[in-house]
């Protein structure tokens, strides 16, 4: 269930190959850009000859945790070390033995996304590209812009036109990304981005690419980590929001990591429990009929833009380690999500819309009996409030004009 092939094969770069998750054929990592695999099309895994301890863990970021990675550094400015907040309120509302919020939105360009990029950004220099391309609901393109910038690379974004908060296009445009707004859907981008890169047009930093999700399993360490210091545990369960399914997929692979190593017993893996809106659910709908990918959605609709996704590409390997650790997926309307986001800004944790799903996802899962009140929970919200300014402006108070005058403040308010 937890394990990892470990074997050594003849394409091993330093210790590290990529593997089809479906066929089990093995790539050299750094030869030339590869995203699936040449025989079957599956997905593609960075497999190591070995997997950390604990202990192996040393220094801040996600470099600290370079002995479960490809490279011991890289372009970095710098990312991780995210704050685990404590969300009192919002505990004893939700009723749960413990509940944590690991607020990704405290990272330099503002989302989990720098995670990946520092790494996927050094491998683009390890293949010595010249350009850099995404697809983007917003939060890839701003990392994608910032990071490809310190590098001096060039950097190419696809955007659904229309559909991506001005905030992110604005980090997107002042980080000198050249930015295309495509007539269509989230999914049409990462389709013609995907064919540039396999025309060899640009090399592809989308999750669909493994490298990507090799930095963004950190976020598991450090839950796991600060968990574990503050209670002398880890955590149950952590409930995330969905997109491409991203973050399921790399959390599971970190924990699967732990456990290869002796590090994390497997009855310590938490359940991994995503959450998507209701109106980009592909991913839910799975779950719910036993399948082993996603249809894809053509149409999807929410204000939570970061999700706004019909095809997520890591389905394969996130429907794996939602079943294997025992977690679930749920679908939340928009309401929730508002209502959600308000909550956590009380506990001043302020993020965008997307974000607020897994905390919308906690509060329906109790409701349901489904998460239990002894259960220990982190709740992972991935991107900052002021991402989507407009909708943290339409979800809060309204402002009050008053007249020029401290008397009149004071009539105001006690009026």
Known sequence: MFDLATATPDCADGGVWLA??????????????????????????????????????SGRGVWRYDAALPFESG???????????EVPRLES?????????????MNPTGSFKDRGMTLGVRVAEELDVSRLACASTGNTSAALAAYGGRAGLETLVLLPAGKVAAGKVAQAALHGARILEVDGNFDACLDIVSDLAERGEAY??????PFRLEGQKTIGFEILE?????????PDRIVLPVGNAGNTAALY????????????????VPMLTGVQAEGAAPMVEAIEEGWDDTERWESVETRATAIRIGNPVNAPK?????????GTAVAVSDAEITDAQRSLAAEGVGVEPASAASVAGLRKL????????????????????????????AAGSEPEPVPNGTEAVLDHLSG
């Open 20 to 57: 089809c998750i479906d066929c089990g054929q093995r790539l050299a990592p750094f030869d030339i850009p590869v995203y699936r695999c040449p025989d079957c099309d599956g997905l593609l895994e960075a497999r190591y000859e070995q997997y950390p301890t604990f202990e192996e863990f």
């Open 75 to 85: 372009v970095s400015l710098p990312e991780g070390d995210t704050p685990l907040h």
């Open 93 to 105: 509302d939700l009723d749960v033995r413990s509940l944590r919020v690991k607020h990704e939105g």
């Open 204 to 209: 592809l930093l989308n999750s669909l690419n």
């Open 226 to 234: 600060a968990f574990r210091d503050d209670y002398g545990r880890f």
């Open 253 to 268: 692979k970190a924990f699967r990591e732990l456990v290869q190593s002796g590090a994390l017993a497997e009855e310590e």
């Open 318 to 326: 996130a429907i794996p380690g939602i079943r294997a650790t025992g």
């Open 366 to 393: 109790r409701d349901e009996g489904v998460i239990e009140s002894e259960e220990d929970v982190v709740c992972l919200t991935t991107g900052h409030l002021l991402k989507d300014p407009d909708a943290a402006a």
